[in-house]
Structures are given as C-alpha cells and as structure tokens.
C-alpha cells in the first residue's frame, strides 16, 4: 500500500472539521478535571493541618460526593464519545472485508 493511501483516512480522521467537532469534548474534559481537581485540593488534607482542620475536611467532604458523581457522570459520557470517535476511525482505517457481517451490521 502506498504511503499516501495509508495516510489518508487518518488526514480525515484529524482534519479541521474533526478538530471543531471534538473540540467541546475535550475543552468539557478539561473543565470537568479542573473541577474536580479544586474539589479534592479543598476537600483533602495535608500534612500540616490540624486535627481540627482535617475533620472539618472530613465532614465537609461528604457533601461534595454529588457534584463528585456529577462530574464522573460527565467525564464518562465524554469518554464514550472520544470511544465512538476513535472506533469509527478504525472501521475508517482497516474496513471489513467480510460481506456476511457487513449484510448483518447494515440490516
């Protein structure tokens, strides 16, 4: 195979219009990391708080398992649409070759 037929699909699979339309997945990432990284600074205790200060921590922590699961929930439904899009690229890349399946996926 060519060299440029090789690189073909992967030129569609990274071209502009693939930039913008996984661009709010991975800008939604981003801010749903930093998110949940403020929590866990806030939440988590070091080594030079107080008892006191860690109990706080402690307590204050439970209320911050909803937004926690919030974000997990966000995360994960972005991880399934980076999935989706790096399983059709693949298919873009090494197409099947074997009509009875491709007779079964497209009925």
Known sequence: MPFEEFKAPWRLAFGDRAKAALKPVTTGCQDQVGELDAIMTKSL???????????????????????????????????TALTLYCYAVSSMLQ?????????YICS
């Open 95 to 103: 197409p099947s070759k074997d009509s009875q399946t491709l007779k």
């Open 45 to 79: 205790p070091t080594s030079d708080d107080s008892v006191f200060q860690k109990g706080m921590k402690a307590i204050s922590s439970v209320g911050k398992d909803g937004k926690v699961d919030c974000i997990s929930k966000a995360l994960y439904s972005y991880m």
